[in-house]
């Protein structure tokens, strides 16, 4: 699909917000806008780092077109620029695979040792790009995305910004494979955290399809 530019900025400033909103960012909306398109600093009340966590969006987002363009496969080497542009000026250790042992707050189960995790993330890669290179209907890939989705925030392969490198990996994959962006809405937080915890890829397969559906009408609004 061929996008206008009016919509990637568009989807390029819903992602940053609502990515970022998820992790705990605050802020808004419009501020947002100004950061992405304008380059310009909240006026008060809001720090550094929240200021980057979304303004990283926008040069990640330039290199996922550039992947887009290519109709490139997702590689570890792609896994980890996302990551370390999403992270640049927030972390040292930015596009590198965990050293220590990590843990998602509030749920119970045990995420990749660093020794594990480059091989699981060499296995997931494989597993995820044959499954939606074989997925045949829109429903099938939506599942694969979701169960892949589940799988890579259960490896947690970075020390931080997993859940914002996981959902743009998420976008990337829906724009390749489905021709429409995924993004989840601050608003569906709860929802979305819950079927990951309970590795629910069905549940989270339907709220994936609600962000297609979105997407194309937003698509619309924004030609017409």
Known sequence: MKYSQEYLDDVLIRMAYNSSSIEGNTISLPQTVSIILEGTLPSKGKSIREFYEIENHRQTFTYLIELLEEQAALTIDSIQHFHYLLTDRLQHDGGQFKTQQNAIRGTDFTTATPAETPILMKQWIDNTNFRLDSGKTEKEKLKILADTHIQF??????????????????????????EIPIVIRKEWRGQYMEFLGEQDFVSLASLFKKSLDYEYKRISTIIN
Do not use: C
Not at 163 to 177: A, D, H, K
């Open 153 to 178: 925030e259960r490896i947690h392969p970075f020390p931080d910004g997993n859940g914002r490198t996981g959902r743009i990996i998420l976008m990337y994959l829906g724009m390749l494979y489905l």
